[in-house]
């Protein structure tokens, strides 16, 4: 079993949809919870990063983690095609270097 | 703020020839990188942690001797893809921790073709 499991997709909604995106993981341990967005052949970007359990809203993106069931969500407002992308989540455990240990990434498509 | 430049974007090269691969922390200190693999449709895979002014932590799996990484100032990691063979063709990312911040800031990525 990975340590986090994300389903890959894809993922694909009408615009103006709420899109809800997943990650399990199994290291208890883990205690800092991002999302990152991958446009094709691009560097992810930072999208939400959190802090042991609880929600967490920045516009349209809400994340949410729950350490008891070991489970994060990533929810998007609104959707635009231009949030057309692949999302991964990431976490880390504190202390150390907190390397994050990514998700394989959820490919959303948002069309008109 | 915290941008990390990271060049080429794009590169094909020939069996056996090496490539080297720039990161650059634009607008603060990166005392530590981290390079990254990524296939189609996968998830980042930590190749090594390159500290600045020390040899790089490499992943297990990973050839020392053929992804060489020098992170010689605060400000500029490189990896080398030295011998390349059409199997290194890949994505190839880096990332820095952005340092009284959160989170990591990665590079625009590389497509390394080896033909």
């Known amino acids: 079993q990975k340590e986090v499991e994300q389903d890959p997709g894809p993922l694909s909604v009408p615009e103006g949809a709420i899109v809800s995106l997943n990650c399990t993981y199994s290291?208890?341990?883990?205690?800092?919870f991002m999302w990152y967005r991958q446009y094709s052949r691009k560097g992810p970007e930072l999208l939400m990063y959190t802090y042991s359990s609880g929600n967490k809203e920045d516009g349209r993106f809400t994340a949410q983690v729950d350490k008891s069931s070991k489970y994060i969500s990533l929810f998007i407002r609104d959707s635009q095609p231009s949030d057309s992308a692949t999302y991964l989540c990431?976490?880390?455990?504190?202390?150390?270097?907190?390397?994050?240990?990514f998700g394989r990434g959820t490919s959303l498509i948002v069309h008109p | 703020g915290a941008v990390v430049s990271q060049h080429p974007s794009r590169v094909i090269c020939k069996s056996g020839t090496s490539v080297k691969i720039e990161c650059r922390s634009l607008?603060?200190?990166?005392?530590?990188m981290f390079w990254y693999r990524q296939f189609p449709k996968q998830s980042l895979m930590l190749m090594a942690t390159s500290n600045e002014g020390s040899k790089a932590t490499y992943e297990q799996g990973v050839e020392k001797d053929k992804f060489l990484i020098n992170h010689a100032s605060l400000t500029l990691s490189t990896l080398t893809v030295t011998s390349a063979h059409p199997e290194d063709s890949s994505f190839y990312i880096c990332?820095?921790?952005?340092?009284?911040?959160?989170?990591?800031?990665f590079g625009s990525g590389t497509r390394l073709t080896v033909v």
């Open positions: 990332s820095a921790r952005v340092l009284r911040g959160r989170g990591y800031t």
């Open positions: 290291n208890s341990a883990f205690q800092y």
């Open positions: 607008d603060f200190q990166a005392t530590t």
């Open positions: 990431a976490m880390s455990e504190s202390g150390g270097s907190y390397i994050p240990t």
